[in-house]
């Protein structure tokens, strides 16, 4: 019998949204003010980006 032992790999992320978990080599990341932040796709990087501030909105002078 195989001895089904949990691994916990290093190059796997936690999806930030659905916290799913996913290889590194295929997350989607992006990297944010000081951190870097994975998705398992871009559905869920898509609500994760609607879920911030927009920084990027231009001023009004
Ligand atoms: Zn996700």
Redo the contacts with the bound molecule.
């Keep these: 019998m195989i001895d089904q032992k949990k691994i916990i790999e290093p190059d796997k992320v936690a999806?930030e949204?659905?916290f799913?978990e996913i290889p590194i080599s295929e997350a989607t990341s992006v990297k944010a003010t000081d951190y870097i932040v994975y998705?398992?796709?871009l559905d869920?990087y898509d609500r994760w980006k609607k879920q911030q501030p927009q920084p990027e909105s231009p001023k009004r002078e």
Excluded: R
């Design positions: 999806c949204v659905c799913k998705y398992c796709g869920c």
